[in-house]
């Protein structure tokens, strides 16, 4: 069984950047696809980035394309969120998620198999 550790959260005022990393260890097979998520407080969790570990193709969801960019080191097991001119309503938890078998990689919460534990964004105006 595989674990996912995602971390780099913090607190930046508005405009500034965070880059979030996921370390996936304990898997057999690499996770076929790593996607990031949020949710914040009220809300639903909503999907934002994915990519396919193996060729690396990503999606970045509508609303974030042009901020957010999501990527992957294979030698360290580690998938990366990165967000840029973040705004307050960008607070939330952000949880990294592993699809260990193939098929769809799509920013769909019930295709994936793992989650982080959750690494908290605070963005201040």
């Known amino acids: 069984q595989g674990h996912l550790a995602d971390s780099g959260g913090g607190s930046v005022q508005a405009g500034g950047s965070l880059k979030l990393s996921c370390v996936a260890s304990?898997?057999?097979?690499?996770?076929?696809?790593m996607g990031w998520f949020r949710q914040a407080p009220g809300n639903e969790r909503e999907g934002l980035a994915v990519?396919?570990?193996?060729?690396?193709?990503?999606h970045i969801t509508d609303s974030e394309k042009g901020r957010f960019a999501i990527s992957q080191d294979r030698a360290k097991n580690t998938v990366y969120l990165e967000m840029n001119n973040l705004k307050s309503e960008d607070t939330a938890m952000y949880y990294c998620?592993?699809?260990?078998?193939?098929?769809?990689?799509?920013?769909?919460?019930?295709?994936?198999?793992?989650w982080g534990q959750g690494t908290q964004v605070t963005v201040s105006p």
């Open positions: 998620a592993a699809k260990r078998d193939p098929g769809v990689c799509h920013l769909q919460l019930d295709i994936f198999h793992d």
């Open positions: 304990g898997y057999t097979d690499r996770p076929y696809c």
């Open positions: 990519i396919y570990t193996g060729g690396g193709v990503t």
